[in-house]
């Protein structure tokens, strides 16, 4: 149930630590807000700029798999990349990906 008292109580939740300890080097709230953010800040501004910063060169997401257990990891020295062998842990699927 999504209004349940505690999903209230995140949906409202501060971070509390302070957003400079919690920046990027290379791209702060600051650069994401365009202007300047107070010291404690929303998880939902937090999230915002996070998931702006792990996404802005390219989706991350893209290779985020659920219910996926990782099988094998072979590194191939001579294409200096990885192969990865992953399991769907619901329909029993084998996949491979190279990286």
Not at 11 to 22: M, T
Not at 45 to 58: N, P
């Amino acid at each position: 149930d999504d209004n349940s008292p505690s999903t209230q109580m995140y949906e409202a939740l501060w971070i509390n630590g302070n957003k400079e300890v919690q920046e990027f080097v290379d791209y702060t709230f600051d650069d994401h807000y365009k202007r300047p953010m107070p010291v404690y800040l929303p998880r939902a501004q937090v999230l915002d700029y996070v998931l702006s910063r792990v996404t802005r060169k390219a989706n991350i997401f893209d290779d985020v798999h659920f219910n996926t257990a990782v099988v094998s990891v072979d590194y191939c020295n001579d294409r200096k990349v990885f192969d990865v062998q992953t399991r769907n842990e619901i329909t029993g699927e084998i996949s491979s990906k190279t990286y």
